[in-house]
C-alpha cells in the first residue's frame, strides 16, 4: 500500500529565503508525482507534473525533482514571497487512472 | 474557461441527518473524483467516474455514502446517515480523460456534523 509523508508539517520562514519542501513515498512503482497548492477554503491548484520517466520540472520560482529509487521529491522555491504562503500537497499517482495519494501537506508562513 | 463548481459551500447538520453534494465539473470533463479532506490530512480519493461509470469505489463507506453521475455530467455525493468523524472537506475534481493527467479542483464543501 501506497504512502505519502511530508515534512515538515509546518514551516516558517522570512522573505527572500529560498526553502526545500520534501516529500517521500514507499512504493517506488509510481506514474507520477504531482505538487499542489491550497489556500484556506480554496480548492487545490496544480503547480507540477513529474511523470516516473522524468527527474525534475521547472515552473518560474518553482523546482521539483523526483528520485524514484529512494523514494523522495522535493520542491524547491526561491526567493518565497508573502504571497507564496499556503499549505503544499504532494500527490503520488500510481496509474493512468489519475487516481492520487497525497501527503499530509506542509504549511507555508513566509513572513514579510 | 469556467472552473467546477461546488455547492453548497458551507453545511452544518446534526448526527444521524442526510446530507448530499453537487458538483459540476469543467465542460468536456470524462473522469470525476470525489475526495475527503479532514483537516489536516491530505485528501483522500472516495470514489473515481469515468463518464457515468464507476472506476474506483474502494474507499467509499458504503453503508452510508453513496454517489452518482447523471449523464456523464454531474454528480451527487449523499451521506445517509452522517457521523461525528464525516466532518471535513469534499472536494470534487475533474479530468479531461485518460492520459491527460492534470486534475482540476473545485473549492470544496466544508460539512461540519454536530
Known amino acids: 500500500k501506497q504512502e505519502v509523508t511530508q515534512i515538515p508539517a509546518a514551516l516558517s520562514v522570512p522573505e527572500g529565503e529560498n526553502l526545500v519542501l520534501n516529500c517521500s513515498f514507499t512504493?517506488?512503482?509510481?506514474?507520477?508525482l504531482q505538487w499542489f497548492r491550497q489556500d484556506p477554503g480554496k480548492g487545490l491548484t496544480s503547480l507540477l507534473l513529474?511523470?516516473?520517466?522524468?527527474r525534475e520540472q521547472t515552473s518560474g520560482r518553482l523546482n521539483a525533482s523526483l528520485d524514484k529509487s529512494s523514494g523522495r521529491s522535493t520542491l524547491y522555491i526561491a526567493a518565497s514571497q508573502p504571497g507564496d504562503s499556503a499549505t503544499y500537497l504532494c500527490?503520488?499517482?500510481?496509474?493512468?487512472?489519475?487516481?492520487?495519494?497525497f501527503g499530509q501537506g506542509t504549511t507555508l508562513q513566509v513572513k514579510p | 474557461e469556467a472552473g467546477v463548481a461546488q455547492s453548497p459551500r458551507y453545511k452544518i447538520i446534526e448526527k444521524r441527518q442526510s446530507v448530499a453534494f453537487w458538483c459540476n465539473p469543467i465542460?468536456?470533463?470524462?473522469?470525476l473524483y470525489w475526495y475527503q479532506q479532514i483537516l489536516g490530512q491530505g485528501p483522500k480519493l472516495l470514489i473515481q467516474?469515468?463518464?457515468?461509470?464507476?472506476?474506483?469505489d474502494s474507499q467509499l463507506p458504503k453503508d452510508r455514502f453513496s454517489a452518482e453521475r447523471l449523464k456523464g455530467v454531474d454528480s451527487t455525493l449523499k451521506i445517509q446517515p452522517a457521523k461525528l468523524e464525516d466532518s471535513a472537506v469534499y472536494l470534487c475534481?475533474?479530468?479531461?480523460?485518460?492520459?491527460?493527467?492534470?486534475?482540476?479542483f473545485g473549492p470544496g464543501t466544508r460539512l461540519t456534523v454536530l
Open positions: 513529474i511523470q516516473s520517466s522524468q
Open positions: 500527490a503520488v499517482g500510481s496509474s493512468n487512472t489519475g487516481k492520487l495519494i
Open positions: 465542460s468536456g470533463h470524462a473522469t
Open positions: 512504493d517506488s512503482a509510481i506514474y507520477n
Open positions: 467516474f469515468q463518464n457515468n461509470g464507476v472506476v474506483d
Open positions: 475534481a475533474s479530468r479531461l480523460g485518460q492520459g491527460i493527467d492534470t486534475q482540476y
